[in-house]
């Protein structure tokens, strides 16, 4: 297995080995927004190498895209050029590096602890689905216990269009959003700070090269399209939620904030954890041809754990370490990432170069790999219990949720992709 001259990338635990090398923004206190590189406890700015001529012979479209400050320039350049990219990082990295090489890039290593993280891209456009048959069941028997699944759902990938503009990076507050909600014995509804704040479990993905207006993106070559993922957490207010969502769905109760972690991880590092595609029930319909793919039903799935942490700021104040709530894997979404990108695009919407697409709450079959607070208290009827002994239906103000995401197999070195965190704050 490959290992680095950099001693914490090869230490087992890390989220980013030399196998990993996600890509995101960072500053520091000397240093402006730029694109940078994780590997071990450290950060390598790209722009430098780029200027120094380290990352040679790659191309000089490829050294322009990483001398900027947002990463959508180098994911328009397609695979070809982020594969390039790769297998450069990867040979100024690995243990057998030229010791002249070596000192140079010693040089532009940041402890990642010194740094600050930023958005990776520039967010023209956001868009979140409801990819989990779990999750999607799971909610609807909480609503419509006789009728969970709408009928659209098995030949249709759901979604939404959120908001780019609300979208925050990892370890950024999150204030508790006010909105309109109606009880159920209440004649008119009221205005005031959401009651039933919860938090989704989501995988977002980074769409690379895009598509013009009219032209579709076929699903056999859909793939080419995505760049990387990230951790998402799609925050959520049931009650604001459940009064405005007829007839049109998702407004206010979601565009108020999103979390993603801040390094992306490339398709190329995930490809040892390719899996399946979920395996449908076989009564269930076979997806129409153009979301159909021999290529992407073998391999279409992904085997990441996913975890969700929680710490209140009782439990911080005894110094007692965050629980885990939840673990599940994103092998378990019923639409894949090609299907839910291909269908996007299938009417001729076109795709830009740093759009997020979300894969909606990720859950699995039982209680304990659930991705939201609705699910795993039932909607309050159920409420959680914590150490402090403290009852949780939903977020109170001074929680913090931490996702956390990570790929395991034999034979392969674990990835991970850091941390998606935020504290919620009281509301204004």
């Not at 459940?242 to 049109?248: H, N, R, S």
């Amino acid at each position: 297995m490959q290992t680095s001259w950099i001693e914490s990338a090869n230490d087992g635990i890390t989220d980013f080995p030399i196998q990993n090398l996600p890509f995101g923004v960072f500053s520091t206190n000397s240093l402006d927004p730029r694109i940078g590189v994780a590997i071990g406890n450290y950060v390598l700015d790209l722009r430098a190498c780029s200027e120094q001529g380290i990352l040679d012979p790659v191309s000089s479209a490829i050294l322009q895209a990483c001398s900027a400050s947002a990463l959508n320039h180098l994911m328009s350049l397609g695979s070809k050029a982020w594969s390039a990219l790769r297998t450069r990082l990867i040979e100024i990295l690995r243990i057998d590096t030229q010791t002249e090489t070596r000192g140079k890039v010693e040089n532009l290593l940041y402890p990642a602890s010194d740094v600050t993280m930023h958005l990776p891209a520039v967010i023209g456009d956001y868009t979140d689905f409801y990819a989990s048959i779990y999750h999607a069941t799971n909610v609807g028997k909480l609503f419509r216990p006789d009728n969970p699944l709408l009928p659209n759902y098995k030949y249709v990938p759901i979604g939404y269009h959120g908001r780019a503009s609300s979208i925050v990076v990892s370890g950024t507050e999150i204030k508790r959003p006010n909105g309109q909600t109606k009880a159920a014995d209440a004649d008119r509804p009221v205005f005031g700070a959401s009651r039933s704040l919860d938090y989704e479990l989501e995988v977002g993905f980074f769409v690379g090269v895009g598509n013009s207006r009219g032209k579709t993106i076929p699903i056999d070559t859909a793939e080419k399209h995505i760049f990387g993922l990230c951790l998402l957490n799609d925050w959520s207010a049931r009650d604001i939620q459940a009064w405005e969502y007829q007839p049109l769905g998702p407004f206010l109760a979601k565009n108020f904030a999103t979390t993603v972690s801040p390094w992306i991880v490339t398709m190329q590092a995930l490809e040892p954890f390719r899996t399946a595609a979920f395996e449908r029930d076989p009564d269930d319909p076979k997806p129409l041809p153009y979301l159909s793919s021999e290529t992407d039903h073998r391999q279409g799935g992904l085997d990441l754990t996913l975890e969700v942490w929680f710490s209140s700021q009782r439990m911080r104040e005894i110094k007692q370490s965050p629980i885990r709530l939840s673990k599940g894997n994103a092998r378990d979404l019923y639409w894949t990432l090609v299907q839910m990108l291909t269908h996007h695009a299938s009417n001729g919407c076109n795709l830009q170069s740093g759009d997020l697409l979300g894969t909606g709450t990720i859950s699995g079959p039982t209680k304990d790999s659930v991705g939201s607070l609705l699910e795993m208290a039932r909607r309050g009827a159920d409420p959680i219990q914590l150490p402090t002994g403290e009852l949780r239906k939903f977020l109170a103000d001074w929680d913090e949720i931490i996702l956390r995401g990570y790929c395991e197999r034999e034979g392969h070195a674990r990835i991970g992709f850091g941390e998606c965190c935020g504290i919620v704050l009281p509301a204004s």
